[in-house]
């Protein structure tokens, strides 16, 4: 099963926003507190270092004319990335942003995998 933290709803473009998006508009608006901020910057620059950044390696994957709504998933394989992931769900709590849990066998077309993450455009559903 594939695992991702996202908003339950969709934003402007009709995209879930995951939990760094919603961590960082967080920050964007200034309301982290500085301890908050600080595992922000902490954290992230963790992920930046043990984590293959997908548009490092395809600059156009999150491109919305291409690939519409693509996301990330966790892999199986990503566990111990998905354990480092509950500072940024307690910073949601505490702030009243809402943020499940989903996993799917199949959450879309891969256009991007790696070792512990892949890439998806969601299938249409209409």
Known sequence: MYIRFQSPTPNARGVHPGVFGLVNVLAKHGRLSPE???FRVERHAWFHANLIDP???DP??????L???ATAWFKPSGGHLVE???GYLEILATHRVECVRVEMADPGRVIYDDPYQIVVVPYETG
């Open 55 to 57: 548009t490092n390696v």
């Open 60 to 65: 156009q994957v999150y491109d919305r004319a």
């Open 36 to 38: 908050e901020e600080r």
């Open 67 to 69: 690939n519409p709504g």
């Open 84 to 86: 480092r992931l509950s």
